[in-house]
């Protein structure tokens, strides 16, 4: 009889051990989920096109964090729901079921919302790196219209009928290469206006570059005409 009230008091033990440690695991897992929630609350979305993609290898490890947790949450969710349907001798139950199922909706309430401003995260980086690629293009786009400007803008209007033919040979084939370029641009002013008006990060920014350059094309077209 002694020995059998020693065997079920170790048993009782051996179960309340085994749910502090899985506990204290709960506890563990709750920190490192404060840490990275701390490090998705940045406000840097990057200036540049390269600080942000260098922004997106960062999120990225932190994403694979994120992930081995899940599977922590995952091992020790499973650890608590045996550790809950699981009775001792006489009955025994080292604590309130409803204590442990609480334990586990804190962690599935907590990896969710790890998730959550992980994915928000994610979607505003690559809504800046889509910002920083078209302030890219309009930054290429500008340079090459102020040098056609600067062509057409020119005072020189030849000297005599040969100098004056050459004139306008180049003027035909600049006329022909902003065209094209023009045709070829479409496709970037649809992306840039769709941006634009998507209410994303940095919409504002490339509303108002899409907006200059539109008018510098209104100008380049003036001095065309023009010349």
Same mark, same amino acid.
């Given at each position: 009889?002694?020995?059998? $009230? $020693? ?5 009782? #033990? ?13 506890? @563990?897992?709750? @920190? ?20 942000? *993609? ?15 947790l899940s599977e922590?949450?995952?091992?020790v969710v499973q ?67 102020? *040098?056609?400007?600067?062509? #057409? ?12 033919? $050459? ?33 994303? @990060? ?7 570059r899409t907006d ?16």
């Amino acid at each position: 009889y002694l020995q059998e $009230l $020693l065997k079920n008091r170790r048993t009782r #033990l051996e179960m309340s051990k085994a749910l502090q440690k899985a506990f204290q695991e709960v506890s @563990y897992i709750l @920190y490192s989920m404060d840490e990275i929630k701390q490090r998705l609350l940045t406000d840097d979305n990057g200036k540049h096109l390269m600080s942000v *993609e260098d922004l997106i290898q960062k999120h990225t490890l932190v994403e694979a964090d994120i992930n081995v947790l899940s599977e922590r949450v995952r091992g020790v969710v499973q650890n608590l729901q045996n550790l809950r349907d699981e009775v001792g001798p006489e009955g025994y139950r080292p604590c309130d079921p409803s204590v442990i199922d609480g334990r586990i909706d804190e962690l599935d309430r907590a990896l969710r919302e790890l998730f959550d401003m992980a994915n928000n995260r994610r979607s505003r980086l690559d809504e800046s790196k889509n910002r920083c690629q078209f302030l890219w293009e309009m930054a290429e786009e500008d340079a090459w219209l102020k *040098e056609k400007e600067q062509i #057409l803008s020119s005072s020189e209007i030849g000297h005599d009928l040969t100098s004056v033919n $050459l004139l306008i040979s180049k003027n035909r084939t600049l006329d022909d290469d902003i065209e094209a370029h023009y045709n070829q641009l479409q496709n970037s002013t649809t992306n840039w206006h769709t941006f634009a008006s998507s209410g994303n @990060y940095g919409a504002d920014d490339v509303r108002r570059r899409t907006d200059e350059i539109m008018g510098s094309w209104d100008n380049l077209k003036l001095l065309q005409s023009i010349r």
